[in-house]
């Protein structure tokens, strides 16, 4: 019966969304932030449906790095609550290497701005960057 059962932990770092326009708002673009993830934690339950194809329920932590061009740089946490559906993929047979492309949907549940957002000298205001819905894929090693 546990068979069935998914346990995961996973942890990004170095993420620069900057570097990736698609991965940034509108309103990030426009204000011309550069925005760093040192890191990115967290974990999740899930159920195996097939071999191949799992879903779980995740919760994650995300500490950005922020820098304004005249307001210099500033810092905030979010926590993310939210499901993904994954399929792992072994492309070189029973060797362990895993990749596993990802739907994931994390919509932001806290953060610890003031107000929750961060208001800049010149008037624009950054709410909390959102992942919401987001393709991803894992690299790792099954056992």
Known sequence: MTENWVFEYS????????????????????????????????????????????????????????????DGDFKYQTQTLGIGVYYSWKPFGDSGFTMVPAIRFWPTIANNLTDGKKVFSNGEVHEPHKFDLAPNVKIGWTF
């Open 11 to 70: 942890h990004g770092w170095e993420l620069k969304l900057h570097e990736f326009k698609d991965s940034m708002e509108k309103a990030e673009i426009d204000q011309n932030l550069k925005i760093r993830l040192p890191w990115t934690t967290g974990g999740g339950v899930g159920y195996r449906f097939t071999k191949t194809f799992h879903a779980a329920i995740e919760y994650k932590i995300h500490q950005f790095n922020i820098t304004h061009p005249t």
